[in-house]
T-cell receptor, first 116, second 113 residues
Framework: DVKVTQSSRYLVKRTGEKVFLECVQD?????MFWYRQDPGLGLRLIYF???????EKGDIPEGYSVSREKKERFSLILESASTNQTSMYLC???????????????FGSGTRLTVV | GNSVTQMEGPVTLSEEAFLTINCTYT??????LFWYVQYPGEGLQLLLK?????DKGSNKGFEATYRKETTSFHLEKGSVQVSDSAVYFC????????????FGTGTRLQVTL
């Protein structure tokens, strides 16, 4: 069964800490994405990546960075966590549009991050 | 720009009732359209999709028809079950651009006995 795995389901971090959220996919997908999900706001794209070492800003990149050193792994980094970054973080992957029969995304189960 | 508008929830129905969740979109050209479902405590799962006008996507008793003339992709199910309780997201993926999906804000469905 194909999978997107996020390293933690729940995290509690202190304000000012550097936080790493890890995501690994086993489908050899080129594209990977990080979203945050907040009540009433839906899903908002933070960053995405088309390929190894490639990254592009999404709609709300401020306060975040990403790393993609290997095709299967896409990391989200909160350089200095703040309370307004308390949220559910969802990772997703998809094949290149030309290659995939299903043009949708495969999502991980999410990481609920609380910054105190 | 691209956008997706969904009806606000929560939608509360009795088991075996008929479900409609409205979704309209704004996009240039012919985007692909999707419905995703999120069960409690889980990530999103693809429910169904349609890639061109008049296509009907279907899965698990749910259906949605791509209506270009009304820019809509409403989700329907003839008889809901308690296990259908979840949050449903409508999304679009533009043609000829990067592979980004644009999501609606989600509609929570609660089905009671």
């Amino acid at each position: 069964d194909v999978k997107v795995t996020q390293s933690s389901r729940y995290l509690v971090k202190r304000t000012g800490e550097k936080v790493f959220l890890e995501c690994v996919q086993d489908m050899d997908h080129e594209n990977m994405f990080w979203y945050r999900q907040d009540p009433g706001l839906g899903l908002r794209l933070i960053y995405f990546s088309y390929d190894v070492k490639m990254k592009e800003k999404g709609d709300i990149p401020e306060g975040y960075s990403v790393s993609r050193e290997k095709k299967e792994r896409f990391s989200l980094i909160l350089e200095s966590a703040s309370t307004n970054q308390t949220s559910m973080y969802l990772c997703a992957s998809s094949p290149l549009r030309a290659r995939g029969h299903n043009y949708g995304y495969t999502f991980g189960s999410g990481t609920r991050l609380t910054v105190v | 720009g691209n956008s997706v508008t969904q009806m606000e929830g929560p939608v509360t129905l009795s088991e075996e009732a008929f479900l409609t969740i409205n979704c309209t979109y704004t996009a240039t050209g012919y985007p692909s359209l999707f419905w995703y479902v999120q069960y409690p405590g889980e990530g999103l799962q693809l429910l169904l999709k349609a890639t061109k006008a008049d296509d009907k996507g279907s899965n698990k008793g749910f259906e949605a028809t791509y209506r270009k003339e009304t820019t809509s992709f409403h989700l329907e199910k003839g008889s809901v079950q308690v296990s259908d309780s979840a949050v449903y997201f409508c999304a679009l993926r533009p043609l000829g651009t990067a592979s980004k999906l644009t999501f609606g804000t989600g509609t929570r469905l609660q089905v009671t006995l």
